[in-house]
């Protein structure tokens, strides 16, 4: 299962093309989540989202939309539009209300790790152990999720987000101890800089190693990746459920 961010910029065709590919949700975002990323208003990014959010859900209407965002008010208004799933990367820290959203729409919630925002996480990487922390995290938010009477949940561990290059790539090994929680977990590995970096690559070169990784998280108990590059994440899904199939005879 692909996710896909699509922002503004030729939203149609750029819809149009991932469906075809193969993708099976397409998460629209209005604003960059990377370091030190501006933090818009919600009336800016609501500006941004609900053009898009329109434009697929009525050229596309039997396509699963989700959306990127940590405001409420946000989630609310592009559910009615036609989004079904909320892909929180603050997991309620900036909104709490958004739990509220989740269970009153019956709406599968993306609950993401990290530290700070998009200003200050990646000056938040010290950890005394950093698998035990980040399970407490998701025992707190699961917990408050479930409180609040949200019914689907998924894992996102972050990568990339308050984590150090070392502890992508130390996570992603241990990335099998977060399926004690018997919750679907997403991966969103695509093109990051902990693989262009360890490369001495660029973005734009890194869809070898993206590839790469897929597969090792989908190893490692992933079951929903979040990528760019949708043609190349079907046939990486394809492959591993192959093996998956020989491996159960």
């Given amino acids: 299962m692909m996710v896909e961010n699509l922002m503004m910029k030729n939203s149609f065709n750029s819809g149009r093309k991932m469906l075809n590919e193969g993708a099976d949700i397409i998460d629209i ?5 990377r370091p030190n990323a501006e933090i818009i208003s919600e009336v800016e990014e609501l500006n941004r989202v609900l053009p898009i959010t329109r434009t697929i859900h009525k050229h596309f209407p039997n396509a699963v939309l989700s ?10 208004q592009t559910i009615e539009e036609g989004v079904s799933i909320i892909n929180d990367i603050s997991a309620g820290t900036e909104d709490e209300r958004i739990f509220d959203i989740a269970a009153q729409f019956n709406c599968p919630i993306i609950l993401m790790h990290r530290k700070g925002n998009a200003q200050t996480m990646q000056q938040q990487t010290n950890y005394e152990n950093i698998l035990v922390e980040m399970v407490d995290y998701f025992i707190d938010k699961v917990n408050l999720a479930r409180q609040k009477n ?10 990339g987000f308050s984590k150090t ?14 399926k ?9 590995l695509s093109r990051k800089s902990m693989l262009y970096n360890l490369l001495n ?24 990746l979040r990528v760019h590059d949708v043609k190349e994440a079907v046939e990486c899904v394809k492959i591993y459920n192959q093996l998956m199939k020989n491996k159960q005879r």
């Fill in 67 to 76: 959306i990127d965002t940590f405001r409420s008010e946000v989630a609310k």
């Fill in 150 to 159: 949200v019914k689907d949940i998924v894992l996102d561990v972050g990568f």
């Fill in 201 to 224: 690559s660029t973005p734009e070169n890194a869809l070898n190693a993206t590839t790469a990784v897929n597969m090792i998280a989908l190893q490692n108990g992933a079951r929903l």
């Fill in 180 to 188: 004690q929680f018997d919750l679907p977990i997403l991966a969103g």
């Fill in 165 to 178: 290059l070392e502890q992508n790539y130390f996570l992603l090994n241990n990335l099998a101890i977060f």
């Fill in 29 to 33: 975002g209005g604003m960059s989540s």
